[in-house]
């Protein structure tokens, strides 16, 4: 297959784009590269190629990027590219950025969820306020929060399936987050489109599942476990409280280990 990439390359591997880390000798002289995915569903994700028995792996040649002449008027191209990432990049205060700010008439004691999570280096918080306080906004102002810092970018919402069009509804006019439903016929449909050894849950970032089919569904909470998540939001936590011999038992110890927040 021609010379191992250097640590630093980046290579076209298996219809994806990765970072070459690093590489190493195997039995038999096979050379094996441990890469990072940069695009799309692998990215940030990584893995171990036989470089030699990958057919279609191809090392990126730096020299072939074309630059592309900004013709447009004052040169706005540029300057919304800047802007765009500029506003991506992940600001470093501990302060909160959207409270006043989103969408929503907040109010003083909803802000106290959103300073204790941002003083948390690891996010274990429960909202336990009265039924009709705005947990649901809370829990979505601790979202963007987050999503600010780079702490959230993949996102998993677990509720019942009365809460499910609510959440969706809040989070995405309140604080510009999609949610993709994922129910049973959304991961059947999905499943059709991708390939077998793809996570249904690795094709979005940002999902929202209800309480009732990940209990009953065995191949979803697998599907869970072995996907990452940055933040986890479970509605009516109680549903997944430690019980002997429950369904709930099963669904915390499930997100719990996979994901930086809950």
Not at 95 to 117: C, M, N, S, W, Y
Not at 130 to 151: P, Q
Not at 241 to 252: C, D, E, L, P
Request: charged share 25%; aromatic share 6%.
């Amino acid at each position: 297959m021609g010379s191992i990439p250097w640590p630093g390359s980046v290579v076209k591997l298996r219809s994806a784009t990765w970072k070459v880390l690093g590489s190493n000798i195997l039995k038999r002289g096979y050379r094996e590269v441990h890469c990072r995915g940069i695009s799309g569903i692998v990215r940030d994700k990584e893995a171990r190629f036989v470089w030699d028995l990958e057919k279609d792996a191809s090392i990126l040649d730096p020299a072939l990027v074309r630059l592309v002449p900004d013709n447009s008027t004052g040169l706005i191209d540029t300057k919304l590219h800047l802007e765009a990432a500029f506003r991506h990049t992940p600001t470093t205060s501990r302060q909160p950025l959207t409270l006043g700010r989103a969408a929503i008439d907040d109010l003083k004691f909803q802000h106290l969820p959103v300073e204790k999570a941002l003083a948390q280096d690891r996010v274990r918080l429960l909202i336990a306020d009265d039924v009709g306080l705005g947990k649901t906004l809370e829990a979505g102002l601790i979202a963007s929060e987050l999503a600010m810092r780079g702490r959230a970018d993949r996102i998993l919402v677990v509720a019942t399936r009365a809460m499910l069009t609510q959440f969706q509804k809040e989070f995405w006019t309140r604080f510009s987050i999609p949610l993709a439903r994922l129910d049973s016929a959304a991961i059947r449909r999905m499943r059709n489109r991708i390939p077998a050894h793809y996570n249904v849950f690795d094709q979005f970032d940002r999902s929202i599942v209800s309480i009732d089919t990940l209990k009953r569904d065995a191949q979803i909470r697998e599907g869970i476990k072995n996907s990452y998540w940055d933040l986890i939001i479970i509605d009516e936590a109680h549903n997944a409280a430690v019980r002997r011999n429950t369904s709930g038992t099963k669904s915390q110890l499930t997100c719990s280990p996979e994901s930086s927040a809950l």
